[in-house]
């Protein structure tokens, strides 16, 4: 059997909002509520967090520890290497990749894509990225260590690096890429932490749930149907903003050169 280890890339540094991933909400940080809710999923068999050598991510490796998570440290900005040597050290033949500013993440969801990662003739990569459907925040992606490395040996831009698989889901002549889509369109909902308001967006949609703190993306979709004011708190955001801008800034720097 291959062993599907869940890494969750998380750090302290945060240009739109710094210490992010140890905000409280509602009782438990942003990092240990995408911890437990990673570690829900059955089909996963260890949850690694993934953060950097620097001194100031050693409440991270505290923290992940207290929610039951191994930790691996790396490099700060390039997370490909990262995420590499930490799927080398845990021996990884399957990985998930996570990101800890997702408080959102479903155990379904997850076991969704890792099966259809599975269910194809050799897939390297499968995820629900791709071609958005799901929330932004329910994003996972699934792809085979000797994917990754080759990734890690060949990726050389900027985005390739910080970013993880753009290199992978690029070069489809290379590997076998999967979409996962939902029945219906979803991609406008913004369930991730990247700005004040959706911090205070999660502190709402917690407070509501109380102790049920793994409820699933169909609870929550129940609750901004009854609740649809909730949407408004943070509105107006673009889609896969860190992306783009890593995108952009190394266009610029082509230009420029």
Not at 11 to 18: T, V
Not at 68 to 94: F, I, N, Q
Not at 98 to 110: H, L, R, S, Y
Request: aromatic content about 10%.
């Amino acid at each position: 059997m291959k062993k599907v280890t869940a890494i969750i890339q998380a750090r302290m540094g945060s240009s739109r909002l710094p210490g992010k991933t140890l905000e409280n909400i509602e009782g438990e940080s942003l990092l240990c509520r995408v911890i437990l809710r990673v570690k829900a999923c059955e089909l996963i068999d260890e949850t690694i967090v993934a953060t950097t050598t620097g001194p100031e991510d050693n409440v991270i490796e505290i923290e992940s520890n207290k929610a039951g998570a191994a930790v691996y440290r790396g490099s700060r900005d390039d997370v490909l290497d990262r995420y590499y040597k930490a799927a080398l050290k845990y021996k990884a033949d399957v990985i998930v990749r996570i990101t800890a500013d997702d408080p959102f993440k479903d155990a379904k969801v997850i076991g969704d894509v890792i099966n259809a990662f599975n269910s194809g003739d050799g897939y390297d990569y499968a995820s629900n990225t791709l071609d958005p459907t799901y929330p932004e925040g329910i994003d996972v992606e699934v792809f085979s260590f000797d994917a990754l490395q080759t990734a890690w040996e060949k990726a050389d831009k900027s985005s390739e690096r910080e970013h993880v698989t753009p290199y992978i889901w690029k070069n489809r002549e290379r590997f076998k890429v999967f979409s996962l889509k939902y029945a219906k369109n979803l991609s406008h909902f913004r369930w991730t932490i990247d700005y004040p308001e959706d911090l205070a967006f999660a502190r709402e949609v917690y407070r509501r749930f109380g102790e049920n703190g793994l409820f699933s993306m169909e609870e929550l979709l129940n609750l901004l149907e009854n609740e649809p004011s909730l949407n408004k708190i943070n509105s107006g955001f673009e889609r896969n903003a860190g992306y783009k801008i890593s995108v952009q800034d190394e266009n610029r720097g082509n230009k420029e050169a």
